[in-house]
């Protein structure tokens, strides 16, 4: 697998922020061993042992910055998370409306998900390993869209809704983002832009005949 670059993760319990340029970069250099580690041998198979020696530092380093290696993967999917707004940001400024910018979104997400299949194994490992952190990742993202459709709302874009329509509204969204890059970015490749295209009819016009 190729190596992926991953940056410094918000706070964390068990995680200690670097104090120095110095310490970020190798935090930074734990953090891409770990994504690679965990990615390929999964949460119980992985040792902080072969992620340090992934990382070329050592052992003691790792404590430098994290208490042990739950605390480090539940680092890891914080950081994950970031990255998947990060990813699609770009794609929802270029959206000419809130639904053709979750299309874009959706697509932008489908090429992040073929990119980093790794993704997957790390965050649906994190429901027994970090489950507070698994939690919060998908609270975060359903968030994120629940703000840009009630946004959509003001704008005449979206239909109004009342609070518990709102939400559902967000985590069948978000479902639908998850599973479409399980299917067509992990588990096999289809054009992202066909699929985001596809998905996004059903959020205007909904599958009723």
């Known amino acids: 697998m190729a190596q992926q670059h991953v940056e ?14 110095r310490g970020e970069k190798t935090m930074r250099k734990i953090l891409n061993a770990a994504l690679a580690e965990f990615g390929e041998k ?13 990382a070329k530092v050592a052992l003691g380093t790792f404590y430098t910055y994290f208490d042990s290696k739950e605390a480090l993967f539940g680092a890891l999917v914080e950081n994950m998370s970031a990255r998947v707004g990060e990813a699609v940001a770009p794609a929802l400024s270029e959206g000419s409306d809130t639904l053709d910018a979750e299309r874009r979104a959706l697509a932008a997400y489908l090429r992040f998900a073929a990119e980093h299949k790794e993704v997957y194994r790390i965050i649906d490992e994190a429901e027994f390993v970090a489950p507070e952190d698994y939690r919060r990742h998908y609270e975060t993202v ?6 840009r459709l009630q946004a959509g709302e003001s704008k005449g874009d979206v239909s109004p809704g009342n609070a518990l329509e709102r939400e559902v509204r967000a985590w069948a969204s978000m479902g639908m983002n998850v599973f479409l890059g399980l299917r067509f970015a992990v ?21 009723e005949a």
């Not at 359903?142 to 703000?147: E, H, W």
């Not at 588990?187 to 599958?207: F, H, M, S, T």
């Open 8 to 21: 410094a993760p918000p706070a964390t319990p068990g995680a200690k922020a670097p104090r120095t340029a």
């Open 42 to 54: 999964g949460f119980s198979e992985s040792s902080i042992v072969s992620i340090t020696g992934r």
């Open 142 to 147: 359903a968030a994120r869209i629940a703000a």
């Open 187 to 207: 588990w096999g490749k289809e054009d992202p832009e066909r699929v985001a295209d596809i998905a996004n009819r059903i959020l205007r016009e909904g599958i």
